[in-house]
């Protein structure tokens, strides 16, 4: 039985295409057969991270619209077996999508595949709503800080009412937590809502904690997702995630801040003086 | 058996029908039998395709409290006029009864009924709204009628309306108006107020003017004093 997963945010720029390609990529180096879908029509972006932009011929629109099949469309990613990618239209906009079409493509999807990640463009319009309306979990990606916290609210409202699952009453879809662009020492210095703060206000399990990292943009302009850089820190942050996801029990990791040799002597120091 | 009352289609010596056709209603404003025969007449000659042979029912509602009319001459005066008779309404008793001996009938139909009887409302409590999952930012909840409880969080930007009280068993941290339809008595209770604004009956207090709020973890109260929202530990 194929499951849909919507990564979406409310906010843009939280890192919704980040971890839709880094989400993929972990489900698909699993062995799942693993589609991920652009919902972002008119301002794609998932090719770019992916690193496939240079083979986009047809996409998600031509699907839709029967101008080209789903195989024709689909690309297969050179480093992940089982691994594809739905591109967006960049010439369209968002009204390009039907809810029949996006069903359409999602049965046929759904014969074949084990997962299928829709990548929500921001707001909480059209695109958005068709990005989640099929979905059976959702990963609402949120930094810490206010604005971002409120707009995941404000989607964590809308996936309990505007998803089909909550519609035809069968239960609701599973939500998931992921914290982007974690900084353990702006938190430390009061100027980061800690991952309490957030949790006070979304109260919804965790799924990860993604530190902030300079291999999250060295990545997207790489056009290698940030999970196959398995040295970073945000790396194996998503590959702990991809893995609490299905089930396992990862401890979380990169919630402190890493501390100099010298201090953590120190503070050794003090816990024997007690 | 009762087949002896029965008649086959052929037997029957009558159908019954119903027809909507147009009847003139002539309401009386004033008695004076010379200035209704002119009048009449007058009326009659301006439309006579109109009025000849035209069903008549005479209104008394305007007159009935002037006493007994001449009904006989009245029906005079329209027959005269080309006019059918078919009967009065709307006046006194006595004025009905002297009709029908001149030979109006005394008709019904098409007259608001006198007692109006409002349809008997069996009495029910209004059922209080329970709401038991998280209420998001952009979310809106309304009681109508009645008071509203949730047992969970209220995020920023959510916000609850309701007629009665509100009672939050959860953080408070978005809206809360209570007696939106103006009930001065409804009152909000909350065990963690955090709340962007509240409001009873129209009268509100911003976060920013909710000052020394009990920090001991009591249960607390927002009711309105006058013209002054207040909190209160309950």
């Known amino acids: ?274 | 058996m009762a087949d002896s009352i029965l008649v086959t289609d052929h037997q029957a010596c009558f159908r019954f029908k119903t027809s909507f056709a147009a009847c003139t209603i002539m309401q009386l404003t004033r008695y004076d039998l010379d200035d209704l025969s002119k009048q009449t007449t007058a009326a009659v000659n301006r439309a006579p395709n109109f009025f000849i042979g035209s069903p008549v029912v005479l209104d008394l509602e305007v007159v009935k409290g002037i006493g007994v009319l001449d009904f006989k001459q009245i029906k005079q005066i329209l027959i005269s006029n080309n006019l059918v008779p078919v009967g009065v309404r709307g006046g006194s008793q006595e004025q009905l009864e002297e009709a029908a001996t001149a030979g109006f009938p005394v008709i019904t139909i098409g007259k608001p009924k006198l007692i109006d009887e409002p349809p008997k409302k069996t009495p029910q409590a209004p059922i209080t709204k329970l709401v038991t999952s998280p209420i998001r930012s952009g979310m809106q909840v309304y009681a109508r009628a009645t008071d509203l409880i949730v047992m969970a969080p209220v995020s920023p930007g959510a916000e609850l309306l309701a007629d009665g009280n509100i009672h939050v068993y959860g953080p408070l941290r978005g809206r809360a108006l209570a007696g939106v339809q103006g009930n001065t008595q409804a009152r909000i209770f909350c065990r963690t107020l955090e709340a962007e604004l509240v409001a009873i009956a129209g009268y509100y207090l911003v976060k920013e003017d909710m000052h020394n709020l009990p920090s001991d973890g009591s249960t607390m109260q927002i009711y309105l004093a006058g013209e002054e929202v207040k909190i209160a530990a309950v």
């Open chain 1, 1 to 274: 039985m194929v499951k849909i997963i919507v990564v979406t945010s409310g906010k843009g720029g939280v890192g919704k295409t980040t971890t839709s390609a880094s989400f993929a990529v972990g489900l698909a180096s699993r062995g799942y057969k693993t589609a991920v879908i652009d919902f972002d029509i008119g301002l794609r972006n998932l090719d770019l991270i992916m690193g496939c932009e240079r083979r986009v011929v047809y996409d998600f629109v031509n699907v839709i619209r029967g101008e080209a099949t789903l195989n024709q469309a689909l690309i297969r990613d050179k480093h992940t077996k089982e691994l594809f990618i739905l591109p967006a239209s960049q010439t369209r906009d968002k009204d390009a999508l039907t809810l029949e079409g996006v069903a359409a493509v999602l049965d046929e999807l759904g014969k074949t595949f084990d997962y299928i990640v829709c990548d929500s463009p921001a707001g909480i319009e059209r695109g958005a709503q068709l990005a989640m309306y099929f979905a059976d979990s959702a990963i609402v990606v949120t930094n810490p800080e206010v604005s971002s916290v409120r707009d995941s609210d404000r989607m964590l409202g809308l996936l309990s009412s505007k998803t089909k699952r909550a519609e035809e009453g069968k239960g609701q879809i599973s939500e998931h937590l992921l914290l982007t662009r974690y900084s353990p020492k702006r938190v430390a210095n009061g100027d980061m809502l800690s991952l309490a703060d957030v949790n006070e206000i979304l109260a919804i399990p965790l799924l990860g904690v993604i530190p902030e990292s300079q291999a999250v943009l060295r990545a997207s302009n790489s056009g290698v997702p940030v999970i196959v850089d398995s040295e970073s820190d945000a790396g194996q942050a998503y590959t702990d995630a991809v893995a609490r996801y299905l089930g396992e029990e990862v401890p979380f990791r990169f919630l402190q801040e890493k501390s100099h040799w010298l201090k953590r002597l120190f503070s050794f120091k003090e816990k024997e003086a007690v």
